[in-house]
């Protein structure tokens, strides 16, 4: 299975739709919970890199560094919650956990980043496929 993880409206719902034919899986609550303001960035990183030994899954980062599309994509939103609005900044948590984990040489062949900044939903998708595909997954 392929978990796609990363913060509201970075557009995993959307590849998921796209990609017919692989097993994807919208996050995973044991990451996410990783991925907050309490647990200090080695901390996280290591926890992270725990869990990534103990399953079989493989997880997908993606990553938007455009805070003002995130933005947009929330607030298009017909429901939003205090998470939704700190979008931009989870955002970073996950591509610094990610930076971090591949510094210290903590990242298994389980766990890659992609950046999805300003792709449409086609394009996010296709580049999700071609890193899959790259990957052997």
């Known amino acids: ?21 692989f097993n994807f899986k919208d996050r995973d609550i044991n990451i996410s919970n ?9 901390d996280r990183a290591n926890r ?16 938007n ?8 994509r929330v607030y298009s939103r017909k429901v939003i919650d205090e998470y939704d ?4 900044l989870y955002n970073l948590i996950y591509l610094e956990t990610y ?5 210290n040489s903590l990242l298994e062949d389980k766990l890659c980043v992609l950046d999805c900044t300003n792709l449409s939903v086609e ?10 595909i790259k990957k052997g997954w």
Request: glycine share 4%.
């Open 48 to 63: 992270l890199n725990d869990y990534l030994k103990s399953i079989n899954d493989h997880v997908i980062f993606l990553i």
């Open 99 to 103: 930076t971090y984990m591949e510094y």
């Open 1 to 21: 299975m392929i978990i796609l993880e990363g913060t509201d409206a970075v557009g995993k719902t959307s590849v998921i739709n796209n990609l017919k034919g």
């Open 85 to 88: 609005k700190l979008t931009y």
């Open 34 to 42: 990783l991925m907050n303001f309490d647990i200090t960035l080695k």
């Open 123 to 132: 394009a996010e998708a296709k580049k999700v496929k071609e890193l899959i």
């Open 65 to 72: 560094n455009d805070k003002e599309e995130l933005e947009k």
